[in-house]
């Protein structure tokens, strides 16, 4: 695995770092073929936003995240499985 990438499953974490601007570089399936991972650059600022999110410190405007949402959840039915 590449250590300048940060992978996450978590379609919510997904549409929080993209609201944050944070740029998805590649969407690759496990082995199983059962879960997608987004990989991210990993930055300071990709960190930070990781742990608000976690951490439970992250704010989004609630119409803005539900309409994100949706997209990364259709993104994520239309990749293929690899």
Known sequence: MNDD???TSDM???TYLRMNGHAVQNIV???????AYWQFLKTESLI????DFTSGRARVDP???NRDFAKTKA???NISRK
Do not use: K, Q
Request: hydrophobic share 40%; charged share 20%.
């Open 75 to 77: 993104e994520f039915h």
């Open 12 to 14: 919510a974490m997904v």
């Open 48 to 51: 930070g936003a990781t742990d």
């Open 63 to 65: 119409r803005m995240f």
């Open 5 to 7: 990438l940060y992978r």
């Open 29 to 35: 399936w496990d082995s199983s073929g059962y879960t």
